[in-house]
């Protein structure tokens, strides 16, 4: 059998476009031989369309667009991914996450997702009702089993067993020679890897190949990779698409197993490779051609301005570095220098005169009080006004460019350094900033080696560093990695070695700031665990644990 894989980035509600990816993508894998065509999970939709689907004429639009690309099949099928109605006498969710067998201009088949995930990032159960049975399609000789991405999930790679069937099990029941799975998985760190391990266990488990077609883009916050890949019967990985591109090609899932397997991505690579997609997508699905950023000669910054570069284009990035009455020399010749590297514009914008006129016009209030973080706020906020200026003026999308350790514990300023549209490397740890950095300058120099090498400074006070205020990152980040990503409460991290006046004051500032963090931009998840739309914290609460 000759098998297309479309391996593509759809766009969340766009029907028409969406069909033009999928018939794009099809006639590829036609001219290239093959006999069926599958695609990811929701791919005339784009997922996750979340309360899109409550809108009056969602999936009345998304049937309407299945039916014309159902016109345009013939006698090659084709398994797209769509969202249906559930029967309406029925009692359930009003809605299916489903997947069309389109053959001979028409819907010859309809597969409905049994396992709905509802936890981290997903909400599936919010919106559809699960499939009663899983049964087999009978095609020319085979009896292929059609799954959509959780049904294939195992307890063993689950946080716990979530679910009382087993579609898999189901399915080769009733008897399988092949196993397909239309996916929607979202990117964290290590998750290729993890999804390998766990699809050749169920080509063991159910003794025949699994064909697993993942979407690629990002959609809000969540990244999709790709990484589609084919196992034979004894789980060898036989097929392995690249990651973080479209991609289609044609396999016979029969044929025997060659040795395919490839050395991994390293850590930084597929973390630099995600937020350059997420960038890239985030920004022109949004209808942006452009984006500014402030350039403080600091490595966030630096680094935010990379990805920028290689997502949209060096011609495509506007940098302003804006020295205050604090900042070094040092620092807004790095700006230069990193916007030389890249070839993106970067302009100085001083905030001196700005600063001294505000504080005098404050003056009479303040009067008598000595200098404290107010003054060193108003700072970021000018850079806030001067950049959101610049935004608006040349229809930018504004890049915020905190991390993840600074955005936990709230060492940023809301309204200042918040300002944006996109914070793009807000689920990265100060340490992974610093891997990614050095990672990105392994040819040559991109990000200013003085940039990486000198400690880190807000230069908002005189000879102001940022250990002044907080932790040595990598003590920092180790403890934020068990408090918010593995949610241990404070005795249990204190047991593990770490000084108990530092885990107690972490813990704080992290609870304490949780009102700040909803109003931070949208950012981009890379970890397990990202502030935002998989953590999902009252902010009004008085828990300590």
Not at 137 to 142: F, L, P
Not at 280 to 286: H, I, Q
Not at 342 to 368: N, S
Not at 473 to 490: F, K, R, S, T, W
Request: hydrophobic share 40%.
């Amino acid at each position: 059998m000759n098998l297309g894989i479309a391996q593509i980035n759809s766009v969340i509600g766009d029907f028409p476009g969406n069909v033009k990816r999928i018939l794009a993508a099809y006639r590829e894998c036609l001219e290239a031989g093959a006999e069926l065509v599958v695609t990811p999970e929701l791919s005339l939709v784009g997922y996750p369309p979340r309360d899109l689907v409550f809108k009056s004429q969602f999936v009345p639009k998304c049937l309407q667009a299945l039916d014309h690309l159902a016109g345009e099949i013939r006698q090659i099928p084709l398994l797209v991914g769509y969202v249906d109605h559930h029967h309406p006498t029925h009692p359930g969710k009003p809605f299916r996450n489903a997947v069309a067998w389109l053959e001979d201009g028409k819907i010859q088949h309809r597969i409905w997702k049994t396992l709905l995930p509802t936890y981290d990032v997903f909400d599936e159960r919010r919106y559809f009702e699960p499939g009663e049975s899983a049964t087999p399609i009978c095609w020319h000789g085979h009896r292929i089993g059609v799954t959509i991405c959780e049904d294939i999930w195992t307890e063993n790679y689950l946080q716990r067993p979530f679910y009382d069937r087993d579609p898999v099990d189901e399915l080769t029941a009733k008897g399988i020679d092949l196993l397909l799975n239309l996916s929607a998985s979202p990117f964290h760190l290590g998750k290729p890897l993890l999804r390998r391990a766990m699809i050749g266990g169920v080509a063991r488990r159910a003794k025949v190949p699994v064909v697993y077609c993942n979407a690629i883009g990002a959609n809000d916050q969540l990244v999709f990779d790709g990484h589609s890949l084919v196992t034979d019967a004894q789980g060898h990985l036989t097929t392995q698409f690249p990651g973080f591109v479209e991609t289609c090609g044609v396999i016979d899932p029969f044929q025997p197993a060659k040795n395919c397997e490839s050395p991994a991505a390293s850590d930084p690579e597929e973390l630099y490779q995600a937020l350059v997609l997420g960038v890239r997508d985030y920004v022109t699905k949004c209808g942006f051609s452009s984006v500014c950023l402030g350039l403080s000669g600091g490595i966030d910054s630096a680094l935010t301005a990379a990805i920028a570069a290689a997502a949209l284009g060096p011609e495509n990035v506007h940098g302003l570095t804006m020295p205050s009455p604090y900042s070094s020399r040092g620092s807004v010749d790095d700006s230069f220098a990193l916007a030389k590297n890249l070839g993106i514009r970067c302009d100085e914008v001083p905030i001196r005169a700005a600063f001294e006129a505000i504080k005098a016009t404050m003056q009479p209030i303040f009067d008598g009080k000595p200098e404290d973080v107010t003054e060193e706020n108003m700072q970021a906020r000018i850079r806030g006004l001067m950049l959101m200026a610049l935004s608006n003026k040349d229809n930018h999308l504004l890049l915020t460019t905190g991390n993840k350790s600074e955005l936990a514990v709230g060492y940023c300023t809301i309204y200042g350094d918040m300002c944006g549209g996109l914070a793009v490397i807000s689920d990265l740890p100060k340490g992974r900033v610093y891997e990614v950095s050095r990672w990105l300058n392994r040819d040559r120099e991109i990000i200013p080696w003085s940039t990486i090498d000198k400690p880190p400074s807000a230069e908002l006070r005189p000879d102001q560093k940022d250990q002044d205020t907080l932790p040595p990152y990598e003590i920092l980040d180790a403890i934020l990695e068990l408090y918010v990503e593995h949610q241990l409460g404070a005795d249990e991290i204190i047991s593990r070695g770490f000084q108990e006046t530092t885990v107690r004051w972490v813990q704080r500032r992290v609870d304490l700031n949780e009102w700040k963090r909803h109003q931070a931009a949208p950012g981009l998840r890379v970890t397990s665990k990202a502030f935002g739309i998989g953590r999902r914290m009252p902010i009004v609460q008085r828990f300590v644990g």
